[in-house]
């Protein structure tokens, strides 16, 4: 079956590094796009980043552009967000997920793990 496994959270200080995987396994991870989402405490889910399967093409929420950069190791079937310059606001629960579509996507996601909590604070 399909699975998704985050790690890499904790708790980290302003200014800091944290490198989050997501380990997948059950399909063929190299023919699908794959997605970071946080949900900060209290708030909604936000879509954070978004990878092509070749991992040739990324894309990013305007708030975390210049900081976070998303790849991914297909031979490994493994998804990675490496976030420097964190931020308090960056606390949230992160996500990684599958999109819907085979070789191409469908930009909505069907698969999710179970989350990584990264805490930026002092």
């Known amino acids: 079956q399909v699975q998704l496994v985050e790690s890499g959270g904790g708790l980290v200080h302003p200014g800091g590094s944290l490198r989050l995987s997501c380990a997948t396994s059950?399909?063929?991870?190299?023919?699908?796009?794959m997605y970071w989402v946080r949900q900060a405490p209290g708030k909604g889910l936000e879509w954070v980043s978004t990878i092509h399967n070749d991992g040739g093409t990324s894309y990013y929420h305007d708030s975390v552009k210049g900081r976070f950069t998303i790849s991914r190791d297909n031979a490994k079937n493994t998804l990675y967000l490496q976030m420097n310059s964190l931020k308090s606001e960056d606390t949230a629960v992160y996500y990684c997920a599958r999109d819907y579509g085979l070789d191409a996507p469908i930009y909505g996601m069907d698969y999710w793990g179970k989350g990584a909590l990264v805490t930026v604070s002092s």
């Open positions: 059950g399909f063929t991870f190299s023919r699908y796009w």
